[in-house]
């Protein structure tokens, strides 16, 4: 069976300091990725989403990079963290653009 | 730019009331999901819907597309503490875009 680990749970970093969010999946290969970011109580927003190794599709100018180093490997970060930054990320994955989502657990990133 | 309009945003009941959630763009999808999301997780799937009128039951939730496949609709009946989450729809177009989210609490 396929499962999607993110870490960490929780962060809690100043401003200005780098981020590195990771995500990896087991038991499917080729997977789309997505990373979404979440305020409290609302909807995901996209933030990144990869159809393939070094395929990176960005939905929002921001502060925030991704990278899929490997096939079932994701990556979110930031050279520079801002307050705005704060929320709570995400992690997916599907196996076709429009079939379901499978999340990961998250991260509760706090930026102060 | 597409949007996913949930109603209502929140929504506070007792234990045992049946409520309505919608789900409305001006955008035609050619599927729908609806996710439901518990504090501290990622959504969990509860159904796909493809056809238009499509009415999908999933113990006391049931679901439907609209005609036009612009809107749907969640209904639960008699509503239970575990029913508390946050309700989300997905719609696919040419992207996938999620609706801004219906935050349920359900009094014992």
């Known amino acids: 069976s396929q499962t999607i680990h993110q870490w960490p749970a929780t962060l809690v970093q100043p401003v200005g300091s780098p981020l590195s969010l990771e995500c990896t999946v087991e038991?499917?290969?080729?997977?789309?990725l997505y990373w979404y970011r979440q305020a409290a109580g609302r909807g995901l927003q996209l933030l990144f989403y990869s159809v393939g190794i070094g395929q990176i599709s960005s939905e929002v100018p921001q502060n925030l990079s991704a990278s899929r180093p490997q096939d079932r490997q994701f990556i979110l970060s930031s050279k520079k963290l801002l307050l705005s930054d704060s929320g709570f990320y995400l992690c997916a994955w599907s196996a076709t653009g429009a079939g379901e989502q499978y999340f990961g657990p998250g991260t509760r990133l706090t930026v102060t | 730019t597409q949007l996913l309009e949930q109603s209502p945003q929140f929504l506070s009941i007792q234990e045992g009331e049946n409520l309505t959630v919608y789900c409305n763009s001006s955008s035609v999808f050619s599927s729908l999901q609806w996710y439901r999301q518990e504090p501290g997780e990622g959504p969990v799937l509860l159904v796909t819907?493809?056809?238009?009128?499509e009415v999908k039951k999933l113990k006391r939730l049931t679901f439907q597309f609209g005609d036009a496949r612009k809107d749907s609709s969640l209904h639960i009946t008699a509503a239970q503490p575990g029913d508390t989450g946050l309700y989300l729809c997905r719609g696919a177009t040419n992207k996938l875009i999620f609706g801004t989210g219906t935050l349920l609490a359900v009094q014992p």
């Open positions: 038991g499917t290969s080729n997977p789309n």
């Open positions: 819907v493809v056809t238009g009128g």
